[in-house]
């Protein structure tokens, strides 16, 4: 794009008061960008779209002050400026918010907010006086949740928003929102974008990075496409649609696939009967009541429902991480109710949690490490590993699952999230399982990785695999599913073939469907 274009853009569009120039970030042979010119205009949304590893987590820590550019330029209002650390660039007015979640779980929301800067009131921290902050900020983003609560103690969708309320406290004149809707609900999501058009109406400036095209479009005012480390397109809103970003983010306009076919599916692989999961202690509800599924070897089933209607509850009692109340949970008509996860896993059923840092992956081993630890009894007799035999499932599992690394032996961090998330799935696929839960596959991933998850367990499934995978997003519910089952309210409310309309699934679930 020629210096003159970008000039009119820029006098269209508003006050620009941070800029990125030809900014380039080395990690030993991986360019992670490649002269970069990014813009942030006062009091506007800015859009950041692209793959996972396209380099957009990169540049946002570069502008937030977590890590430093290679080469290049940042300038902020005019001046040159060099951000020593994340609290430098934070007392400048520029704060991030990660897409995975930096919280200490064993904090209370309130000390989790003012974590490392505390509110001093006669030598001493004024509790109080956070805790009255703290209430407000959740007020303002119509969360009720007690600022005394562990984080650990809340759903992980709530923990996203304990993030923002963090953000939202340092009163940053610009904000960078990397992922802020992956765990919350459409009702969550609405209240964000409400809380965002007020700041950006008080001047302050938001970079919003999001897989969710459609609703990204929501609420931007200008967009920017990244592509192998490069800015590949940049647009005003009224110029930009669905397909002008998959365009420019993966050079075609595809699709998520479609349900497998060609093969007989085999006999019942998984039944669920009468399956009761109680709700949050001291809750006056169950999470799942007496629901009955049967799945069939081969076969690919949908469940789809908003926040709350019990997918991961009924997922994670399956996989043996919940207790049930009541039911039976078979496999090829043997009852699991007895065995351990442990045990379920080697017995052929395993679940890939929503959760993937928290639950997936073990952050201080390798990607070879984390890709075995499911399978390590297959290559462990007494006190020694057969170091061999476990490489060799390393390779194969990288293979298979087409996972962009420089070999087993790279840390798990330097894996973009959605090459983390094929890490777990292939974890769980080197245990040869014969069904397969995954509880939200595609949160925080592009949509190529989607598209390359969704082709994975349409192969597994024709070589005979049962795979379950839950979802909140309707376009997913239409890819490769041969049934889609919504629940509500811990129920089954209704199931639909693969030629389903998404208003009548939207229907089923007690959701709004709202003409945009």
Same mark, same amino acid.
């Given at each position: 794009m020629s210096q003159a274009s970008q000039r009119q853009i820029k006098g269209e569009i508003g006050e620009v008061?941070?800029?990125a120039h030809n900014v380039a970030k080395t990690y030993g042979s991986v360019q992670a960008l490649k002269g970069v010119n990014f813009d942030i205009h006062r009091g506007q949304v800015t859009t950041l779209f692209g793959e996972n590893g396209a380099g957009k987590s990169t540049l946002m820590k570069i502008l937030s002050g977590v890590v430093r550019p290679t080469s290049g330029e940042i300038v902020l209002d005019g001046q040159t400026v060099n951000f020593v650390s994340s609290t430098h660039a934070r007392e400048c007015g520029i704060s991030i918010i990660h897409q995975e979640l930096s919280l200490a779980p064993n904090l209370s929301v309130r000390d989790n907010i003012f974590m490392g800067r505390e509110i001093i009131t006669g030598g001493t921290v004024d509790f109080a006086e956070e805790e009255r902050q703290?209430?407000?900020?959740?007020?303002?983003?119509e969360e009720d949740i007690d600022p005394l609560t562990p984080v650990e103690d809340l759903r992980l969708g709530q923990q996203q928003i304990v993030e923002i309320a963090r953000a939202l406290s340092v009163n940053s004149r610009i904000l960078i929102m990397d992922e802020?809707?992956?765990?919350?609900?459409?009702?969550?999501?609405?209240?964000?974008?409400?809380?965002?058009?007020?700041?950006?109406?008080?001047?302050?400036?938001?970079?919003?990075?999001?897989?969710?095209l459609e609703e990204a479009l929501q609420i931007t005012n200008h967009a920017v496409v990244l592509r192998d480390g490069?800015?590949?397109?940049?647009?005003?809103?009224?110029?930009?649609?669905?397909e002008w970003i998959v365009r420019n983010m993966v050079g075609e306009n595809f699709d998520l696939g479609s349900p497998p076919d060609g093969y007989e599916m085999g006999k019942v692989a998984l039944s669920i009967k009468e399956l009761t999961v109680p709700g949050p202690s001291g809750a006056a509800y169950n999470a799942v009541d007496r629901l009955s599924l049967d799945v069939r070897a081969g076969e690919i089933v949908c469940i789809y429902g908003l926040m709350g209607a019990g997918r991961t509850e009924l997922l994670e009692c399956?996989?043996?991480?919940?207790? $049930? *109340? &009541?039911?039976?949970?078979?496999? !090829?008509g043997r009852d699991?109710? +007895? =065995?351990?996860?442990?045990?379920?896993? $080697? *017995? &052929?059923?395993?679940?890939?949690? !929503?959760?993937?840092?928290?639950? +997936? =992956?073990?952050?201080?081993?390798?990607?070879? *490490?984390?890709?075995?630890?499911?399978?390590?009894?297959?290559?462990?007799? +007494? =006190?020694?590993?057969?170091?061999?035999r476990e490489r060799e499932l390393v390779t194969d599992s990288i293979r298979k699952v087409h996972i962009k690394t420089d070999g087993g032996a790279a840390p798990i961090g330097s894996l973009s999230g959605g090459n983390q998330q094929k890490v777990v799935i292939g974890k769980m696929l080197a245990t040869h399982p014969k069904v397969i839960l995954l509880d939200e596959p595609s949160r925080g991933i592009d949509i190529g990785a989607k598209a390359e998850v969704f082709k994975l367990l349409a192969e597994r499934a024709k070589q005979g695999l049962a795979v379950i995978y839950s979802t909140s997003e309707?376009?997913?519910?239409?890819s490769i599913a041969h049934r889609i089952i919504v629940m509500h309210r811990g129920k089954i409310s209704a199931e639909f073939s693969s030629d389903v309309t998404k208003e009548k699934i939207m229907a089923a679930s007690g959701e709004a469907v709202v003409a945009h």
């Open positions: 008061v941070l800029s703290t209430r407000a900020l959740l007020e303002e983003l802020p809707t992956s765990a919350l609900s459409a009702a969550e999501v609405e209240v964000l974008f409400k809380v965002i058009r007020d700041l950006t109406s008080r001047g302050v400036s938001i970079v919003y990075i999001s897989h969710h490069t800015m590949t397109a940049y647009a005003e809103r009224k110029d930009i649609d669905l399956v996989a043996g991480r919940l207790h $049930a *109340s &009541g039911g039976h949970i078979l496999l !090829e699991v109710a +007895g =065995l351990s996860i442990a045990n379920r896993i $080697a *017995s &052929g059923l395993g679940l890939v949690p !929503e959760d993937r840092q928290r639950d +997936g =992956l073990v952050q201080t081993m390798t990607v070879g *490490s984390n890709l075995s630890l499911a399978s390590i009894g297959a290559f462990t007799k +007494g =006190l020694f590993t057969s170091g061999g309707v376009a997913e519910c239409l």
